[in-house]
């Protein structure tokens, strides 16, 4: 795999996920990298999911990607700082977009890895408990 400095590991990370979230969740994506002075949120989609009665929810996306676990795996770089700043940007977006349907923060994680057993050479984490079960209201 070529090199990637952090910005484009970060961006590639977040391609990934976004593919992912359409492909295989059946999510629309509806913002990328939307980002406010007291935080960012990677990726904001619409889930039209089958539990949901016919309601269309949102989804704010918090997609980490590492090379290695040398500094901590994926969930290791969800801190309680990086959370605030991500619920401070979801209130800061709904204020400036007057979107103000029900919605969850969701957490992918993407692991590069090196070995051969992985298609493309990366892996996908998504939905950790924790994370996919906050509700955004």
Same mark, same amino acid.
Do not use: N, P
């Given at each position: !795999?070529?090199? !990637?400095?952090? &910005? =484009? %590991?970060?961006?590639? /990370?977040?391609?990934?996920? +976004? =593919?992912?979230?359409?492909?295989?969740?059946?999510?629309?994506? $509806? @913002?990328?990298?939307?980002?406010?002075?007291?935080? #960012?949120?990677? %990726? $904001?989609?619409?889930?039209?999911?089958?539990?949901?009665?016919? =309601?269309?929810?949102?989804?704010?996306?918090?997609?980490?990607?590492?090379?290695?676990?040398?500094?901590? @795996?994926?969930?290791?770089?969800?801190?309680? =700082?990086? %959370?605030?700043?991500?619920?401070?940007? $979801?209130?800061?977006?709904?204020?400036? &977009?007057?979107?103000?349907? &029900? /919605?969850?923060?969701?957490?992918?994680?993407? &692991?590069?890895? +090196?070995?051969?057993?992985?298609?493309?050479?990366? @892996? %996908?984490?998504?939905?950790?408990?924790?994370?996919? #079960?906050? #509700?955004?209201?």
């Amino acid at each position: !795999m070529f090199f !990637m400095d952090s &910005s =484009q %590991l970060g961006h590639f /990370g977040e391609e990934l996920a +976004s =593919q992912y979230l359409e492909c295989v969740k059946g999510w629309r994506i $509806i @913002g990328k990298r939307v980002r406010f002075y007291r935080g #960012e949120i990677d %990726l $904001i989609a619409e889930d039209f999911g089958e539990g949901l009665g016919g =309601q269309v929810e949102l989804r704010f996306v918090e997609v980490k990607c590492r090379r290695s676990t040398k500094f901590g @795996g994926v969930v290791e770089g969800l801190t309680a =700082q990086k %959370l605030t700043r991500i619920w401070r940007a $979801i209130c800061e977006w709904r204020k400036t &977009s007057g979107d103000f349907r &029900s /919605g969850k923060v969701w957490f992918v994680g993407v &692991s590069l890895r +090196s070995t051969s057993d992985v298609a493309g050479g990366y @892996g %996908l984490d998504h939905g950790t408990t924790e994370i996919e #079960e906050w #509700e955004v209201g």
